[in-house]
């Protein structure tokens, strides 16, 4: 509500007006708001997945639990900050070409990424699946990432292969060794 007062024309008051608005509905849509935002983020740290936005700099805008972990800082220290604060200089060159697809060209990239952080410690795998934000014109604003650790996958992989071609050498040299006695 606001009071105005009304003078005369000798500069004293007469009335007041006062104005006031009904802000019921406007304060019932942020309560709404709040609860949509709030159920989204809790969905976002919830899923086994790293989910991240990226503005048009490289910066994140935004980035759910697991990237708050993985990178170990909390929201403030992600926001405004690009993958060369995260990652180590091959990983972050890496990023930026699959991030410069998406955002550049406007492509959907889906990609297995290979990440160490900045202090060489972590080295994981990850799918990346990376789409455009669009506005109401269609103007890419933004970048969203969704990235899956298949570290444990692609070890699992790497042991079947070295067991495959343990199994091949002895079928090999098996196989030599009964060439070998006709």
């Known amino acids: 509500a606001s009071i105005s007062p009304i003078v005369d024309d000798e500069g004293k008051v007469r009335r007041f007006i006062a104005v006031k608005e009904d802000i019921s509905d406007r304060k019932l849509a942020e309560a709404r708001l709040r609860e949509s935002e709030a159920r989204l983020e809790t969905i976002l740290d919830g899923v086994a ?8 700099d490289y910066r994140y805008t935004y980035g759910n639990r ?3 972990d993985l990178v170990g800082r ?4 992600i926001v405004g900050h690009d993958d060369s604060e995260f990652f180590d200089a091959a990983t972050a060159a890496k990023l930026r070409v699959n991030d410069r697809r998406v955002l550049e060209n406007g492509e959907r990239v ?24 669009r506005d109401d014109q269609g103007k890419i604003y933004a970048l969203c990432g969704i990235s899956t650790d298949i570290t444990e996958r692609k070890q699992v992989e790497i042991e079947l ?22």
């Not at 909390?74 to 220290?77: C, I, R, T």
């Open 49 to 56: 997945a790293y989910i991240y936005i990226k503005d048009p």
């Open 66 to 68: 697991l990237v708050r």
């Open 74 to 77: 909390d929201m403030a220290g």
């Open 110 to 133: 889906s990609e297995e990424e290979i990440n160490t952080t900045a202090d060489g410690l972590i080295t994981s795998a990850f799918l990346s699946i990376k789409l455009p934000l």
């Open 161 to 182: 292969q070295q067991h495959r071609d343990h199994l091949e050498s002895l079928v090999q040299s098996r196989t030599a060794e009964l060439a070998q006695a006709k």
